[in-house]
């Protein structure tokens, strides 16, 4: 044995046998660091019924909410790492009435795929991220609000040159949307000759749109919208407006008094004119929609 | 071999390499001349966004994304170092069942893209109720693959050991897996060393691909600057980015080739062989 | 279930053509940086040093970001996949003008010297004595390369090219229901170039230990 552990090659060994530990070790520290850890302050202010969620939040005194980080006028990350968008505002004003300060809440990017399963699996609270509310998505979430009906638009190029104001004008156009993003089942089903073109972002398709390699963009009224509002002197929103949306709050499924909770206290932001004032910051600077009345769903 | 293959230059042969010299010289300058009077004219090179470089916040969101790149590369490259450990010992068994298996994980991990990997993590195991952030996502995919590489590496290398180790290491009584871990693994990882640090410079690269998955990163990030401020900037802030990369990149490759040039006084042309393919 | 399949077929080919331009295309491109790395003249030695440096070691989505977004703000008006194919092409060349150059590196130096010897130039021993033997030994690494060239069009994707990837987005938007079979067959058709690709590139590497 002594043969083959001589000492130049054990200390070899060990120096792997080192680096591997390190590895392991970094890989650790880090999977501890990238997983979100709650802090627990209890909360002072308003008290509410043992075993609701409501009760729940303020004694923990934070609470996690899965927003969009590029939904503009919804929810959206600043360069400088806050948030902004309507759906942060609600978010606020829950937070308000659980008594959770606002440095308390951890936002946790949700994207479309990941929604559903991050709800049902507890890993958000809810979710604020211009979440659609749609038959399917209701059999496994329920939905808080609407507080908004949106539309997809199409982004052209400023003036509209190509007079894209109909479907029939689409036919034989160029398309751009997000890969494997759900306009192009629209397109399809209405615009059967136009050319999809599949793009990793948003800010792809207006880029490409700009170089003239597609005629117009597909997307949700809040992302078209907020490019029109950024550069004005570059694009322009068509008439044509398809697959309006209502927009509401994911929480658990059955989840009923936390439902009516935030539909509550959407309510009372209404009355007292905070609703109002939160949409005119975000969703009219972006989009130019003027505030609507929320008009709630039933909670189920 | 250029220095055999060509003669020394007498007088003739000097002139003509110095003119060819200018030539290129010449028309790689009016390339790029060409390029920036093009950029110019759209607008491109605007003082103000190419100021955007510099500017704070933006420098602070882009090392924000260069820190959680390096983070991905690194988590990426201690799992795909665990998991092509595995699947060598499992490659290199004496075991059909180990073997077999191990083979048809590494064939079928090498010939499948990273974006399908990551998606198939993203979309599939919700539906057995495992819920993954898209961090984890994103390494996972990346080590997948890499693990899977790396597993190739490490049996590339134990092959390359002269047979007689494991042959005097049986003969004095060792089991294959006390073989594997104390004679022919440690040494086959020295020799590979240099390979190994070339696959460093693959998960940084592939590890950008979280900006398709949304995984905010480098390129991200650099996609939400674009995103917030206007297209007008996406040149300026994704040639930073691209420049970042090539630096981080061509680092690791420097060190690879340092550690390469030490080892392969020792042994040969095995890690050469496997450096110049990936 | 046939519209999945014929969606994913389409793209698969989408794939294929891709993966077949950007190796006849960027392989001679490869070869001639190679040859222009190993030429006496320094600035083509350069350029080749240059090209080499950046494009191994530039992500292949950010250089497909500037390919298909930025080259058409310069004047350059083609389609998606032309763009999407040059920065492939560009991408890869670097790797093949490696691989083929350490494959000139490794011909025999005796080889040159006998060629040198009978009078032969320098260009043409590189071109009829050195380059023959160097893609020959080139051609495992080769293989490899090609199946990474597969794995890496899935990135053309999601800028603008419709193929195998993206088609497979595209069928798992209407059909959320079958996402794990989607999954599959993509898989699948990802498999049939790659594992082939692999087990032949397994027997030229045996081949090639028993010729020596």
Partial sequence: MNIIHSTKFRKSSARWKFAAATAVLVALATAGCSSSSAGTTPGSAPTFASGTTMARLAKAGTMTVGIKFDAPGFSEKTLDGSYQGMDIEITNMVAKALGIPDNKIQYTETISANREPFIEQGK????????????????????????????????????????????????????????GSSNFQDVTANAPTATQVGLATDADCAQALKNKQVDLVAGSVGSMSGYVHKEPDAYSLSPLVYGSEPIGIGVKKGDIKFCQFIDTTIQKAYSDGQFQKSWNKTLKTTTGIAPQKPNFIPCA | MSTLLHDAPGPRAKRTSLLLNIIAALAAAAGIIWILIKLASKGQLGAAHWAIIGDPTVIALLINGLGATLLVAVCAMALSLILGVILAAGRLSRRVWLRVPARVAVELLRG????????????????????????????????????ALIAEIFRSGVNALPHGQSEAAESLGLRSSQIMR????????????????????????????????????????????????????????????????????????????????????????????VLDTE | MLQILSALASGFLQTLLLVALTFVIGLPLGVLVAIMRVSPVGVLRGVGTVYVNVFRNIPLPVLMFFSVLVLPQLGVDTSFFVLALASLVVYWGAFFCETVRSGINSVDLGQVEAARSVGLSSGQTLIRIVLPQALRSTVPPLIGIVIQIVRASAVAGAFGVTELYASMNGVIQHNADKVILILFLTGVFYLVITIPSGLLLGRIEKKAVFAR
């Avoid at chain 2, 499948?112 to 993590?121: E, G, K, S, T």
């Avoid at chain 2, 979309?123 to 890499?146: D, E, H, R, T």
């Avoid at chain 2, 994704?238 to 042994?267: D, G, H, M, P, W």
Wanted: net charge positive; with cysteine.
């Fill in chain 1, 124 to 179: 958000v609270d809810f979710v604020a991220a211009s979440y659609g509310i749609e038959p399917d998505r209701q059999k496994v979430v329920t939905f808080a609000g609407p507080y908004i009906t949106t539309t997809q638009n199409m982004l052209v190029a400023k003036g509209n040159p190509e007079h894209i104001d109909t479907w029939a004008d689409v036919q034989g156009k160029r398309v751009c949307a997000i890969t």
């Fill in chain 2, 112 to 147: 499948l893209p990273v974006l399908m990997l990551i998606f198939f993590i993203y979309l599939a195991l919700p539906l057995i109720g495992i819920v993954i952030s898209s961090f984890w996502a994103l390494v996972l995919g990346v080590s997948l693959y890499n693990g």
């Fill in chain 2, 182 to 273: 104390y004679i022919l693994l440690p040494q086959a990882v020295r020799s590979m060393l240099p390979a190994l640090i070339s696959q460093l410079v693959v998960i940084v690269k592939e590890s950008s691909l979280g900006f398709i998955v949304g995984y905010a990163e480098f390129a991200r990030d650099g996609n939400a600057v674009v995103n917030y401020l206007g297209t007008l900037y996406a040149l300026p802030v994704y040639t930073e980015i691209a420049v970042v990369y090539i630096v981080i990149n061509i680092l690791l490759s420097q060190i690879a080739t340092r550690v390469e040039k030490r080892s392969r006084q020792r042994y040969g042309r095995a890690a050469q062989q």
